[in-house]
């Protein structure tokens, strides 16, 4: 089990003067307080490329998006949170990853999704580049239905860890050991094992499948009692995604923790990837660690 320590001094939330960029606001309002973290607010102003002529009805104002996160910034503070603002011009991802670095930021949140009225939709297609590239935490926090904020009371009180007994799914455990460390939080560690076609010995083999997964988890399970954290496993027949995603369904504010690597050594940002699935379908926040090692 990794013992890594992540800096949960200050959050990055980068905004594109979207609804749904802001509609995660609240979340990441309630996060911070919960953490005792600061908040960096980054305004990003697109700008075309060198070939493209320049639309001047096309581009959101450079003060105008300071205005607009310094509005956000008094809120932040009213509510007894430290914030700054940092508001740059140039491609979204880049700049994310520099100032996050920077700042020293611990997690970045994104929205899912993001269409500003005044430029293209940005944060949408940011978010994936940003979790192949980033090496800092990525925390994925999808809109209600609505177009509203997810939870609107509350905060993190269920960490769901992914497990498939590689190592790299286990790099997740690190920050959930320490966030439900701190905070009181339990951890669910989840194991899917789909049943195999019926086949000559293809039950005996998957028995012996999920007794491994179930000792696995257990294991794991026990290890974090030793540190003084409530875990409980779940070991179930569903695919992967489809495990986690039940799972968070029947749990009180859950936070999923999935690590970019793991789940049988599939690429680590593959289009169907478990991660990839969880982070498009899944309607809680979904914290995304990088690989070790990515700079």
């Not at 979204?92 to 930021?105: D, E, H, M, P, Y």
């Not at 192949?132 to 609107?152: A, E, H, L, Q």
Request: aromatic fraction near 4%.
């Amino acid at each position: 089990m990794t013992n890594s320590h992540a800096n949960l001094e200050r959050i990055l939330l980068p905004l594109d003067g979207s609804e749904a960029a802001a509609s995660i606001l609240p979340y990441v309002e309630r996060f911070a307080t919960m953490i005792g973290a600061g908040v960096t607010l980054l305004g990003v102003a697109h700008s075309p490329p060198e070939d493209l002529p320049v639309d001047p009805s096309g581009g959101a104002d450079i003060g105008v998006i300071t205005q607009y996160l310094e509005g956000m910034k008094r809120r932040l503070e009213e509510n007894g949170i430290s914030a700054d603002v940092d508001v740059q011009e140039g491609e979204a991802s880049n700049l994310i990853k520099a100032c996050a670095s920077g700042r020293q930021c611990g997690i970045i949140a994104l929205s899912t999704r993001g269409r500003s009225a005044t430029g293209p939709n940005l944060l949408g297609i940011t978010t994936d580049m940003l979790i192949r590239s980033s090496s800092v935490p990525i925390m994925v926090i999808p809109p209600d239905g609505n177009g509203g904020s997810i939870s609107p009371v509350g905060g993190v009180k269920t960490i769901i860890v992914g497990l498939d007994g590689s190592e790299t799914a286990a790099s997740s455990l690190g920050l959930a050991r320490q966030l439900a460390r701190e905070f009181g939080l339990e951890i669910v560690l989840v194991r899917a094992t789909p049943p195999v076609d019926s086949l000559d010995g293809a039950a005996t083999y998957f028995g012996s499948v999920s007794d491994h997964a179930e000792q696995y988890v257990k294991r794991v399970a026990e290890q974090l009692a030793g540190d003084g954290i409530t875990a409980r496993t779940v070991v179930g027949p569903l695919t992967a995604h489809e495990q986690l995603m039940q799972v968070a369904e029947e749990s009180e504010e859950p936070l999923l923790i999935l690590s970019m690597r793991g789940w049988s050594n599939r690429a680590e940002w593959q289009l169907g990837s478990v991660t990839d699935r969880v982070v498009r379908m899944a309607r809680f926040p979904v914290l995304v660690i990088p690989p070790v090692g990515r700079v």
